[in-house]
């Protein structure tokens, strides 16, 4: 419980500190809408220096509730990944135990890697209407109004439009770039603990 809560209090103090570098790198990813009086950054320092004439500094901070909420996938990436992972643990050990093997701490770097992506995918599908709420609230203003306001207007509004299919758009290419990543960096502790581990009792 103290590593969620720590790892959840990290999310929100990284998020608050690096928001408006991911809100800039938004908007100029986001083509503007013809006719609906939005702005075609000429580059990073126009965006900043727009963002700020027009709407202050909370326009840096737009999305920032539902990055807040994106915390939550880590957390229940990391619960689902212990669970997993101890009891795929103690089935090991009750098959050694049968073949009266000594009982071990570790496991194949296979089963490290497919739990990771296995907790990863889960947590990823679980949360992901965030990254899509997260990417419209910090579209531009079109005729001057801003259509998503708060995550769960945005989350409504989205839903009502375009159903679970909007709520979920772009998750395949999103899957396919965050389940390997993590799966790798896991497996990378995993390694690297259990080297540290074996150097402590040599």
């Known amino acids: 419980m103290n590593a969620i809560l720590s790892g959840a209090a990290a999310g929100i103090t990284g998020n608050t500190i ?10 100029m990813q986001l083509l503007p809408k013809e006719g609906g009086g939005q702005i075609v950054y000429t580059g990073y320092r126009n965006a900043v220096k727009t963002i ?3 709407e202050g500094l909370g ?4 999305g920032i509730s539902a990055s807040y909420w994106g915390c939550t996938e880590g957390c229940i990436q990391f619960v689902l ?6 009891k795929l ?7 050694r135990a049968a073949l009266k093997l000594p009982p071990t701490d570790t496991l ?3 089963t490290y890697f497919f739990s990771a992506a296995f907790s990863k995918c889960l947590a990823t599908i679980t949360t992901y209407p965030h990254e899509v709420a997260r990417t419209r609230m910090r579209e531009q203003a079109t005729a001057g109004v801003f259509k998503y306001n708060g995550m769960i207007r945005t989350l409504r509004t989205i839903g009502a439009e375009e159903g ?5 758009a772009g998750i395949g290419t999103h ?7 993590s799966a790798i960096m896991f497996l990378a502790y995993e390694v690297v603990n259990e080297w540290i581990r074996r150097r402590e009792r040599s």
């Open 89 to 95: 643990l103690h089935r090991e050990n009750k098959r």
């Open 18 to 27: 690096t928001n408006p570098i991911w809100m800039v790198k938004t908007r």
């Open 52 to 54: 700020f004439r027009e």
């Open 81 to 86: 990944y212990e669970r997993v992972k101890t």
């Open 175 to 181: 899957t396919a770039r965050v389940v390997p990543n």
């Open 59 to 62: 326009g840096f901070y737009r």
């Open 164 to 168: 679970r299919k909007g709520l979920y």
């Open 108 to 110: 194949p770097k296979s």
